[in-house]
């Protein structure tokens, strides 16, 4: 799955953001280094939304690409 990632040098480097996963956020030295730290972020995110909802009633949609 891809996800659209926003990156951003900084100071201390890099830091990148999800904007299709609220709160989803991770940094680097580098902007590689912030790429695979995201990449990481975003499977522990998911990991996460799934344990909390998993006792819910849930149903899954399918959309096009926008």
């Known amino acids: 799955m891809k996800y ?4 951003q040098e900084t ?3 890099y830091s990148v953001s999800v904007p ?6 991770s940094q680097g030295a ?4 912030a790429i695979e730290n995201i990449k990481d ?3 522990t ?3 996460t939304v799934e344990e909390i909802s998993k006792d819910k ?4 949609v399918e959309v ?3």
């Open 20 to 25: 299709g996963l609220p709160g989803c956020w």
């Open 45 to 47: 995110y998911l990991q």
């Open 57 to 60: 009633d849930s149903r899954f």
């Open 30 to 33: 580098t902007e590689e280094e």
């Open 4 to 7: 659209k990632v926003n990156i």
């Open 11 to 13: 100071e201390e480097g």
């Open 64 to 66: 096009g690409n926008a």
């Open 41 to 43: 972020a975003i499977e």
